[in-house]
């Protein structure tokens, strides 16, 4: 899980011929992409300093005018500032093209000269690197060029009439535009196109302030969102609402209670039996039979039988962007997370960390975040994996190796108890450096299939266990044994009356180049159905889209006899092809040391994301969310920052739906929150 660059000594290399034949294939994966400072997404400023869960900010309050909110800042306080490292994740530089979009109210006394929306101020020298700022009837955007500082003026726009305006500035080389509520662009011609080594390193961004009192801004402030790459203006405008157009809003400031309108003009009989409700999910009962709900966030029309709501119409929820949700520190560097859901309990993360002491956790999803629930005690934990069989719910971990004092190395399966809201051990199986646990059932039997990925002498050609539960002694007994070279990873599928398991393989001894096998299920046993060719493969993801059936392997590791071991390299998509029944290569994706795919779909569109780990030089990579676009395939629409990325998932909640992914370098797992519209 660390990209595979530990996964073999330096003495075992692949034959020269195999890197000769494979070298077209790959030379086009050396050149390492170029990636931009930071991901192309909405960068909404405003949340990044405001409180997640509402809590009071020094210095700041909430004011309602009219039908919106916005925030009044009353001092320069510390705590409406943050680091700019913490959007320039890949390097410290200011992107050239850019948007600003910002709505606010500024009263016709408040603005007697200039005052700041927001600054970038390095701080060891108190300098203005970038800033937008306006006064009565101009709005200036300031930077620090070649020559000094610059300044880009637009004149006779008035803000300063106690009204809500939206403004969007777009820069892009000499070319400057402002539009104020969607209106008529305005269009500045520049001397010198805006600077591409404009340096943040060691600045902080300054909201409603230059860092001091002086320009501090007194109106309220609604919307601040920094678009790098792009202009915004296609993406807020038309607007049915101009003046309060939406990039990104914070959530605190987003919603407001329903206004009830009545009318004392009497309606004809066939309206006055129609009622409409607004606002989140209410009851439906026989009482409100008959009665329609319109949800405003998910914009669908449903009516009420009686016992649930049905839907009339409902428009499909699409992906926009991905921002920051939660910083899970972990007591260890984290190799996998196993989802799961526990009755009348909620959502639950089980995740395997490396340290042996005090071990693995699980995690409660609790008030829209993850806490630490239960501890475990592990040995290098790979994996978990949560099955239930007969009704009871049962947790296995996948350990890597054995007690510190010598003991055999085993991993462990518990069980759920309801009454102690714990899980507690259960079963206690042998297996050797295991990487995996697969659960599944065939034919209302309940299996369990462990990935041993070498024994303790270093011989990585070991046979991996596929058990099977007894229900006379309810423990699960070996069923079949199946040859693996260095196994990674299980994924078991069916497709229609067929059952499949798919192993990866990751090392033979000698090559991280070997064959992956795919399994079918016949006579009470899987026998070999396909082989494919991997590259230290450390993981399968079957999927559906429509009547296909895909399966994605993550390539990890490429090791030659000569020159470096190449870590970016092709991972593969494959399509099962009915008429040859095989599965066919679909597509060829350029990782990095790949270790994991996550397949999902919000409304009508799928996604696959990728966990890259290492490119040769560095842990700290983006990994990338791929959308299905037909006969395109699958094409990159997000970028997302990650340290030794091991695993992804997927999950929604009442909260909305969430990528999670855990790091093998560091001991941080990090929620993003999926906004849809």
């Known amino acids: 899980m660390e990209g595979l660059k530990n996964l073999v000594p330096s003495s075992w290399h692949l034959p020269l011929q195999w890197c000769l034949l494979l070298l077209?294939?790959?030379?086009?994966?050396?050149?390492?992409?170029?990636?931009?400072?930071?991901?192309?997404?909405?960068?909404?400023l405003l949340s990044r300093v405001l409180p997640r869960d509402g809590r009071a900010l020094a210095g700041v309050r909430m004011v309602q005018a009219g039908d919106a909110r916005g925030l009044q800042i009353l001092s320069p306080s510390q705590a409406l500032t943050f680091p700019s490292s913490q959007l320039f994740v890949n390097c410290?530089?200011?992107?050239?093209?850019?948007?600003?979009?910002?709505?606010?109210?500024?009263?016709?006394?408040?603005?007697?000269?200039?005052?700041?929306?927001?600054?970038?101020?390095?701080?060891?020298?108190?300098?203005?690197?970038?800033?937008?700022?306006?006064?009565?009837?101009?709005?200036?955007?300031?930077?620090?060029?070649?020559?000094?500082?610059?300044?880009?003026?637009?004149?006779?726009?008035?803000?300063?009439?106690?009204?809500w305006h939206s403004i969007v500035i777009s820069i892009s080389g000499h070319h400057a535009t402002l539009t104020l509520?969607?209106?008529?662009?305005?269009?500045?011609?520049?001397?010198?196109?805006?600077?591409?080594?404009?340096?943040?390193?060691g600045s902080r961004f300054h909201i409603g302030s230059r860092r001091q009192w002086k320009g501090l801004f007194t109106g309220l402030l609604r919307q601040l969102v920094l678009l790098p790459g792009s202009d915004a203006t296609s993406r807020v405008c038309p607007s049915s609402r101009p003046s309060l157009t939406e990039l990104s809003i914070p959530t605190i400031l987003s919603?407001?209670?329903?206004?009830?309108?009545?009318?004392?003009?009497?309606?004809?009989?066939?309206?006055?039996?129609?009622?409409?409700?607004?606002?989140?999910?209410?009851?439906?009962?026989?009482?409100?039979?008959?009665?329609?709900?319109?949800?405003?966030?998910?914009?669908?029309?449903?009516?009420?039988?009686?016992?649930?709501?049905?839907?009339m119409s409902q428009e499909k929820d699409r992906l926009d962007y991905v921002e920051d949700y939660q910083d899970l520190y972990t007591i260890s560097e984290t190799l996998d997370i196993e989802l799961f859901q526990i009755p009348s309990l909620g959502l639950f993360a089980a995740m395997a960390h490396r340290a042996t002491k005090p071990g693995s956790a699980i995690y409660r999803w609790d008030g829209g975040h993850f806490q630490l629930y239960q501890n475990f005690s592990t040995f290098k934990a790979q994996a978990w994996k949560q099955f239930t069989v007969g009704g009871k719910m049962f947790l296995a971990v996948s350990n890597s190796m054995g007690p510190v004092n010598g003991g055999r190395e085993t991993s462990v399966i518990y069980r759920w108890s309801n009454k102690r809201l714990k899980f507690v051990r259960y079963q206690t199986l042998e297996t050797h450096s295991a990487r995996d646990w697969e659960a599944f059932h065939i034919n209302n039997e309940a299996f369990l299939a462990?990935?041993?990925?070498?024994?303790?002498?270093?011989?990585h050609n070991i046979d991996s266990v596929v058990y099977k539960w007894n229900p006379g002694t309810k423990t699960f007994d070996v069923n079949q044994t199946i040859s693996t070279s260095g196994a990674y990873d299980w994924e078991f599928f069916s497709v229609g009356p067929y059952h499949f398991l798919a192993v990866a393989n990751a090392f033979d001894g000698t090559s991280t180049q070997t064959d992956s096998s795919i399994y079918i299920w016949l006579g009470g046993a899987f026998q070999l159905f396909q082989s494919i060719r991997?590259?230290?493969?450390?993981?399968?993801?079957?999927?559906?889209?429509?009547?296909?059936?895909?399966?994605?392997?993550?390539?990890?590791?490429?090791?030659?006899?000569?020159?470096?071991?190449?870590?970016?390299?092709?991972?593969?998509?494959?399509?099962?092809?009915?008429?040859?029944?095989?599965?066919?290569?679909?597509?060829?994706?350029v990782t990095y040391s790949a270790v994991d795919w996550e397949f999902f779909s919000i409304g009508d569109e799928h996604f696959l994301v990728v966990a890259n780990s290492y490119d040769g030089?560095?842990?700290?990579?983006?990994?990338?969310?791929?959308?299905?676009?037909?006969?395109?395939?699958?094409?990159?629409?997000?970028?997302?920052?990650?340290?030794?990325?091991?695993?992804?998932?997927?999950?929604?909640?009442?909260?909305?739906?969430?990528?999670?992914?855990?790091?093998?370098k560091a001991p941080l797992s990090k929620v993003f929150k999926l906004k849809v519209h």
């Open 181 to 201: 509520d969607c209106g008529i662009p305005l269009e500045l011609v520049h001397e010198q196109p805006f600077p591409s080594d404009l340096n943040t390193d």
């Open 255 to 311: 919603h407001l209670p329903v206004k009830t309108l009545t009318n004392d003009v009497l309606l004809p009989p066939y309206e006055t039996e129609i009622r409409v409700t607004l606002g989140s999910n209410p009851a439906c009962t026989g009482a409100e039979q008959g009665r329609l709900w319109f949800d405003t966030l998910k914009r669908g029309l449903f009516i009420c039988d009686g016992t649930r709501w049905q839907s």
């Open 617 to 664: 030089a560095t842990y700290s990579l983006n990994s990338v969310i791929y959308r299905w676009q037909g006969y395109e395939g699958f094409v990159p629409v997000h970028r997302l920052p990650t340290i030794g990325c091991s695993d992804w998932e997927f999950f929604t909640s009442a909260e909305g739906s969430f990528l999670m992914y855990s790091s093998a």
């Open 92 to 163: 410290p530089l200011f992107p050239a093209e850019f948007s600003i979009v910002a709505t606010v109210k500024v009263p016709h006394t408040r603005v007697k000269r200039t005052e700041f929306l927001f600054a970038v101020v390095k701080e060891d020298v108190n300098q203005l690197l970038l800033g937008l700022r306006f006064s009565k009837d101009k709005v200036h955007l300031l930077y620090q060029g070649s020559m000094g500082r610059e300044r880009l003026s637009f004149k006779r726009i008035r803000l300063a009439d106690d009204h």
């Open 450 to 459: 462990v990935a041993n990925h070498r024994t303790e002498n270093g011989n």
């Open 534 to 589: 991997t590259f230290g493969a450390t993981d399968w993801e079957m999927f559906q889209i429509g009547n296909r059936v895909f399966l994605a392997v993550a390539n990890g590791h490429m090791l030659c006899e000569r020159g470096p071991s190449l870590y970016t390299i092709n991972s593969t998509i494959y399509e099962l092809d009915m008429t040859t029944k095989m599965f066919l290569k679909f597509q060829d994706i």
């Open 24 to 44: 077209p294939l790959t030379e086009s994966a050396r050149a390492v992409p170029w990636k931009p400072c930071t991901d192309l997404h909405p960068l909404d």
